[in-house]
């Protein structure tokens, strides 16, 4: 008897207990869980300010929370813009689709307003961002995985955001564009809209890959040295830096159509795939194994 209210009380406790992601546990975030922390009076040179977090916040739900109901959910974005924290954290409780985002974040010298966005986008990619999904010991996966989300951002969210912007004028005044970057974009896209689309991407890319590498004191990574790793089975975690930047890289040169979605189930569907045809825009084999041929 007292084996089976043990096996009942874990029971219920793996049942009723918050599912979290990028780790089911909520140990880790859209990165690796640091002591770094930026409060609201830290003297610093860059970052954004609280009326641009809570804007980014605002276009996303406009966007997202009708989408997430369809699905059956309903979207819960936690504004912690006075909380220190250098992070960001999706969770799954019952119909409460959750997403965290924090002002240390925010206000991290190497993130821009297209940054934060991107990070916000992975976080909700986490919800809806299609397949492959990250293994769960605790139940029926939810969550798309680390590399998933980092290409929905690109791939479909932050394009979905930056639709009626004018994306041409915004890209005009950005400084230390990659070449690399540009010359891609220009091969992928056709229209001047969708390639500054592709470079707004990228360069988002390249704020949250700063970010990185400010935490690791290193390089960050570039557009010209694309990971070149294999992996030998699809990776849920976190990829290393260098492969995350060439994540947002192929995400934003997917010419893969808006009204082509993403499915919970199938790692083809609005996206770019080998099995396609597709030669750009795919996910990057450092993360990625295609089950799919």
């Known amino acids: 008897m007292k084996s089976l209210k043990q096996g009942l009380l874990i029971a219920s406790l793996i049942v009723s207990a918050p599912?979290?992601?990028c780790t089911e546990d909520g140990k880790e975030g859209f990165m690796p869980e640091n002591d770094l922390r930026i409060s609201v009076n830290a003297k610093r040179l860059g970052g954004i300010s609280e009326a641009q977090f809570n804007a980014v916040i605002d276009k996303y739900e406009g966007i997202y929370a009708p989408i997430i109901s369809a699905e059956g959910g309903k979207l819960e974005v936690s504004r912690g813009w006075t909380d220190a924290t250098v992070n960001a954290y999706a969770q799954?409780?019952?119909t409460s689709w959750k997403v965290s985002m924090f002002g240390g974040l925010a206000r991290h010298d190497t993130i821009t307003e297209d940054g934060f966005?991107?990070?916000?986008?992975?976080?909700?990619g986490h919800h809806i961002g299609g397949a492959p999904k990250k293994a769960s010991l605790w139940s029926n996966p939810w969550a798309?995985?680390?590399g998933q989300a980092d290409y929905f951002a690109t791939l479909k969210c932050l394009r979905r955001g930056w639709l009626?912007?004018?994306n041409v004028e915004i890209v005009g005044k950005m400084t230390n564009v990659p070449a690399t970057l540009v010359s891609a974009c220009s091969k992928a896209w056709s229209s001047e809209q969708d390639r500054a689309i592709c470079v707004r991407g990228g360069m988002a890319g390249d704020s949250v890959s700063r970010l990185f590498a400010a935490l690791r004191t290193g390089e960050p990574a570039k557009f010209e040295t694309p990971d070149a790793r294999v992996a030998t089975k699809t990776d849920d975690n976190h990829p290393a830096y260098q492969c995350r930047l060439d994540t947002y890289f192929q995400g934003a040169l997917c010419e893969a159509s808006l009204n082509d979605d993403v499915e919970q189930s199938s790692e083809v569907t609005g996206t770019c795939h080998g099995s396609l045809?597709?030669?750009s825009g795919l996910r990057p084999l450092c993360w990625f194994k295609p089950s799919v041929r």
């Open 19 to 21: 599912l979290w992601s």
């Open 92 to 94: 799954r409780l019952g």
């Open 117 to 124: 966005e991107l990070v916000l986008c992975h976080e909700i």
């Open 144 to 146: 798309s995985n680390e």
């Open 164 to 166: 009626n912007e004018n």
């Open 277 to 279: 045809g597709h030669t």
